[in-house]
């Protein structure tokens, strides 16, 4: 018996070193808070010697593990470290899921600044050594504001104008009023409205990022990237990714304001699709001296998105339907002659595909856009009974369409040459203005109609070319030109087609000088150039300010602008410091005429803006962060000396981030100066510190709180210095849920 024992247990022992134990395999994706791929991170087997880092999609594999029990440990300089216990076996390996959080999401968002240069519609690299402010989902998630302009305002260097409520829009460096160009996914916006276009109807929830680069942009956009552009970025699909989604709930006390939005994504083989769905309703909002009339707005919105990813190639199509419904313009005569936009209207399509090592090049990428457009603007003018005596109603409608093409090629280890031209049309551009009187008893009694927008028209043509030069490890040298080419007309009141013909050269010379390999020189020289828009050559009626008149002699704006700046990056603090001069010529501006609330368009000989605006940014321990950014600057006419509209004031904002688990706090304190030497159309504030906190609280890895208090201190204050302007809302909570599954 027992010599049959023992030989049992020698065939057992020698069949298992006949056959060796079977070996498994733990694979997976690592990606950030935000869902994004993480590569170069390491994955590690604790106690032992096996490790690997995630490839550029962001994915691993651990291969040759015998059965058993282990801890893996996944580590990135800048992002927290995180094990994770998996069980290995013989059957199929095993895929792992593991997101990881940003040590400091400041931090990390100014490196991208810094090395994901400034480019044509996020696409090429055609970078200008310029200042640049980068807002990932991540921060917008968290402010708690209710539109674009709001989101960027903090921004140094930026600030809003117009008269207040939803509609206003953001300046930079003291530049609007079609000087600064917003861009959706690289779509130019084009609006009919005389401070310029408003990117409000893009859901903050929908966005992936917001770009804010300062500085001359005509060389690479054309017409009207004077002061800068905002390129808002929206959430992709990942050909790859999981099906997954996100409901986030808010509420404003102040503006009683209601928000809703709801985000779904997922793939299928090669494609990838995602839909998002939003709303927002407010009444008029309250400031510290009652409430303002005229401030509410609601709006509706529906984006869906299709991807295709090939190894080298990438297909996108895109929908977006925007619904704006009674919009309110507040003003200081609100209560008698309020205005508002009863309906705004704006459907974006977008068709692009992007190649790689194709035809000689890097890249290659097209795009095909059609955006339709349609805006209402009403006035009412009412007894002191309240019963209406006289209606304006304006309604301006138009198609927008065009193409992008972009390339670009590295040539050998110094040149990275980029190309490209475009084509920005816009056609069927009408407008129709009804006036309508009452009698005491609602009864019309006159009616008029006028038309001075039939069928208007504007083709632009552009080509350009960029080069980026490594003269020395230390030294890059960029410099770009494009040539514009463009025609506007409109049928005049006899039938006869009135046209015009413009063109325009412009072109940048740009550096960075590595002293250290943390601190760096950047300068740039560059000029850039508007067309006068559609509206302010040839439309006469009504606008949410009052009734404008069409100037036909416009002449084109040119401007030159220099930039130089200082960065330094540390491990623990960052700081930045840039000083600027816009010359712009030929600038038009909108002045008062002789009748009430009339304006007029008129060419000055020259206006410049100068300035400087700085940011500092400290992490002293892990989970505390801190902030300080600044600006001040001047605008004048040339000659006259008179202040030009909306430069912003001074202010400086200090700011903190402290986290303790799963809540954090981030406290924000905002000084601006009084504005004692204002523009023509603009009035005399005085300053102000506003007190903003934001709290979070990660309740699961699904679910997340916010709760940001605004204005604690409940000062009374405008958002700009506008003559109609009205208070920014008082003291009050945004409270806001946001659910992934």
Same mark, same amino acid.
């Given at each position: ?394 309604? !301006?409608?138009? *198609? $927008?369409? &065009? ?9 050998? /280890? +110094?040149? %990275? ?68 080419? !463009?025609?506007? *007309? $409109?049928? &005049? ?9 413009? /063109? +325009?050269? %412009? ?235």
């Amino acid at each position: 018996m027992k010599r049959f024992v023992g030989l049992i247990l020698f065939i057992t022992f020698a069949s298992g070193l006949a056959y060796p134990q079977a070996k498994g395999t733990v694979s997976g994706k690592v990606s950030d808070q935000d869902g994004k791929p993480l590569a170069y991170v390491r994955v590690e087997v604790c106690d032992t010697p096996t490790a690997t880092q995630t490839l550029p999609d962001g994915t691993f594999a651990l291969e040759n593990l015998a059965p058993g029990k282990y801890r893996l440990r996944f580590s990135h300089p800048d992002y927290l470290a995180k094990e994770l216990k998996v069980t290995i076996s013989e059957k199929p390996g095993r895929l792992v899921e593991v997101a990881l959080s940003a040590k400091s999401p400041m931090l990390l968002t100014i490196k991208e600044e810094i090395t994901v240069t400034a480019e044509a519609d996020s696409i090429i690299d055609v970078s200008l050594p310029s200042h640049r402010t980068i807002l990932p989902s991540s921060v917008l998630t968290e402010l708690g504001k209710a539109n674009v302009a709001e989101a960027v305002e903090k921004i140094p260097g930026v600030a809003m104008v117009g008269k207040g409520g939803y509609s206003m829009v953001p300046s930079i460096r003291g530049l609007a009023e079609h000087r600064i160009l917003l861009l959706v996914d690289g779509i130019p916006l084009t609006s009919e409205r005389r401070i310029g276009a408003s990117a409000s109807f893009v859901n903050l929830s929908d966005i992936d990022r917001i770009e804010v680069n300062r500085g001359p942009y005509s060389v690479f956009h054309g017409s009207g990237a004077i002061g800068g552009i905002i390129n808002i970025v929206t959430k992709s699909p990942s050909a790859d990714g999981p099906f997954k989604g996100n409901v986030q709930l808010g509420y404003n006390t102040s503006r009683k304001e209601g928000a809703a939005s709801v985000n779904l994504s997922g793939s299928r083989g090669k494609f990838g699709f995602m839909m998002g769905v939003n709303g927002k309703k407010a009444g008029d909002y309250s400031s510290p001296t009652g409430i303002i009339e005229q401030s509410h707005y609601s709006d509706y919105d529906l984006l869906l998105k299709l991807n295709r990813e090939g190894d080298d190639s990438d297909f996108y199509l895109t929908f977006f339907n925007y619904q704006g419904v009674d919009i309110g313009k507040p003003s200081p005569t609100s209560k008698f002659k309020p205005r508002w936009y009863p309906r705004e209207k704006n459907t974006i399509f977008n068709l692009g595909y992007r190649i790689q090592n194709r035809f000689h090049l890097d890249s290659l990428n097209a795009s095909f856009y059609l955006l339709l457009s349609m805006l209402e603007t009403q006035k009412d003018n009412l007894r002191e009974s309240f019963t209406v005596k006289k209606r304006n109603l304006a309604k !301006i409608e138009g *198609s $927008n369409f &065009g193409f992008k093409v972009r390339g670009g090629k590295e040539w050998g /280890q +110094s040149h %990275t040459l980029n190309f490209g031209f475009d084509f920005f049309g816009r056609c069927g551009v009408n407008d129709r203005n009804t006036e309508w009187k009452f009698d005491d008893y609602g009864n019309i009694t006159a009616s008029t109609e006028e038309t001075s927008l039939l069928n208007a028209r504007r083709n632009n043509f552009g080509v350009y070319i960029d080069d980026k030069i490594q003269i020395y490890p230390s030294v890059t040298v960029n410099f770009g030109a494009r040539v514009d080419y !463009i025609n506007t *007309s $409109n049928l &005049g009141s006899t039938a006869d087609r009135i046209s015009r013909s413009d /063109q +325009s050269f %412009t072109a940048y010379i740009g550096s960075i000088f590595q002293v250290t390999p943390r601190l760096s020189l950047l300068a740039n020289l560059g000029s850039s150039f508007r067309f006068p828009t559609i509206s302010e050559l040839f439309y006469t009626g009504l606008t949410g300010r009052g009734t404008v008149f069409g100037n036909e002699n416009l002449l084109p704006e040119r401007s030159v602008n220099l930039d130089v700046g200082l960065r330094y990056l540390h491990d623990k603090y960052y700081a930045s410091i840039y000083g600027f001069s816009n010359l712009v010529s030929n600038m038009i501006q909108k002045y008062r005429g002789i009748g009430e609330e009339e304006y007029y368009y008129r060419n000055l000989t020259q206006g410049r803006i100068t300035g400087i605006e700085g940011e500092f940014y400290f992490w002293p321990i892990e989970d505390c962060e801190f902030l300080v950014n600044f600006h001040h600057m001047v605008g004048r006419e040339k000659g006259t000396n008179v202040a030009l509209n909306y430069i912003p004031t001074s202010r400086i904002t200090f700011g903190a981030k402290f986290s303790r688990g799963n809540f954090w706090v981030e406290p924000q304190v905002t000084i601006a100066a009084a504005k004692k030497d204002p523009g023509p159309l603009e009035m005399e504030i005085e300053g102000h510190t506003l007190i903003d906190t934001i709290f979070g609280y990660k309740l699961n890895p699904d679910i997340v709180l916010f709760a940001v208090a605004r204005n604690l201190l409940n000062r009374t204050y405008r958002f700009s210095a506008d003559e109609q302007g009205v208070d920014a809302p008082g003291r009050g909570i945004v409270f806001k849920v946001s659910y992934s599954f």
